[in-house]
């Protein structure tokens, strides 16, 4: 199966073969996330399988040599695709054979998370250094470029993260989680793997090297929203729980944070999706920033954006003071979802009490028990 390289949108007129691994992938593998229909698997899919027969080049000039076994098309994907699409026994079986070969790069990181063997791992973060030792020059102060200065962590962003969060030309996050230590000295004490991530399962194996505890938030992304059990407890040198775990039952969704105690030595922390909720793109969204806020004269003025997929039915704004205690409050009406790609908001104005302070004074917007895309956007600081 092949996919032309140019559409000619007047004419419907093709040309040239698609390239395996090339940037319109980005947009199949987005457009598969968005609608769920299957039809723009087909590249993806075709890609890998012609690499095994036929080289192809990407937009990059990149050549996709034609060999056995050959997964790299997919490399340029964010997400932990030998997971997502259950290819574990094809993919995933091929990336262990081109490993045990010396291979390097995806393959070595998919067979990782077949064999559980950390030695994959520790010959890629080895590679990872050398690299950054060798263009550390070229990548800093005598670069040639402003806008594309990085040091290659696309692997440290699979391992650690569950999947890809940014990397220069690839559009689709795939990261599962993301961390924010209350110490950031943390974040360099405790490795942390996340293998073989997918939406409604994953496993969280940390190892803390310091003498203390660290306490930090994860926080959800690419996962599905819903009541989710998380099983805590030690971990053994294999990455497994040594001895009982603690069970907790919570919701769990994308932008939504969970604390975490990180304890010396090493902790697992595996979680489930138990029933499916609300999917947060069929949600409606309010949302503030801080340009949304206008004091003037003992009143607040806060407009409010309609930011989802659904009408906004009517919500309120309040003014909390210091202690969180709600001391102001409107009602803002009904708002349309921005499906014209136009912006839709409203403006209301609260009376800030006698002796209010506004230095710790923060506005909230919300829609009650209606569930919002993200509650991110929802909380301003006066000042």
Request: charged share 20%; net charge neutral.
């Amino acid at each position: 199966m092949t996919f032309p390289d140019e559409i000619n949108w007047r004419t419907d007129a093709t040309r040239g073969d698609l390239p395996a691994g090339s940037a319109p992938m980005q947009l199949m593998w987005s457009s598969w996330r968005w609608t769920g229909d299957n039809k723009y698997l087909g590249p993806i899919l075709a890609s890998v399988q012609k690499a095994s027969s036929q080289d192809s080049f990407t937009v990059g000039g990149a050549r996709v040599k034609a060999e056995k076994d050959n997964i790299r098309p997919i490399a340029s994907l964010n997400e932990d695709l030998v997971n997502v699409l259950r290819k574990q026994d094809s993919w995933g079986a091929s990336a262990v054979r081109k490993a045990k070969g010396a291979s390097g790069g995806l393959e070595a990181y998919v067979a990782w998370e077949m064999t559980g063997d950390t030695s994959y791992l520790e010959n890629l973060y080895g590679a990872d250094m050398r690299k950054a030792a060798t263009t550390m020059y070229s990548q800093t102060e005598g670069h040639w470029w402003t806008d594309r200065v990085e040091l290659d962590s696309q692997f440290l962003q699979r391992s650690r993260l569950g999947g890809v969060a940014l990397v220069r030309g690839n559009m689709y996050p795939g990261n599962t989680v993301s961390w924010a230590f209350d110490d950031p000295e943390g974040a360099v004490d405790v490795a942390i793997l996340v293998p073989n991530a997918a939406r409604d399962h994953f496993k969280v194996i940390a190892y803390n090297v310091a003498d203390r505890p660290f306490r930090a938030t994860m926080t959800g992304w690419n996962i599905n929203s819903g009541q989710w059990e998380m099983k805590a407890g030690k971990g053994d040198d294999k990455g497994n729980f040594a001895g009982d775990a603690a069970v907790t039952s919570m919701s769990f969704e994308k932008t939504v944070g969970v604390p975490l105690t990180l304890q010396p030595g090493g902790n697992v922390f595996e979680f489930t999706l138990k029933a499916p909720g609300l999917p947060v793109q069929d949600r409606p969204d309010l949302g503030i920033g801080r340009d949304d806020i206008t004091l003037s004269r003992g009143t607040v003025a806060v407009t409010v954006h309609s930011l989802g997929a659904k009408t906004a039915p009517v919500g309120r704004v309040e003014l909390l003071d210091g202690n969180d205690t709600v001391v102001a409050k409107v009602v803002t009406p009904a708002l349309p979802a921005p499906s014209d790609l136009k912006p839709h908001t409203a403006t209301v104005k609260l009376s800030l009490p006698a002796r209010f302070d506004v230095k710790t004074g923060r506005v909230r917007v919300t829609l009650g028990e209606v569930q919002e895309i993200t509650q991110l956007n929802n909380l301003v600081a006066l000042q």
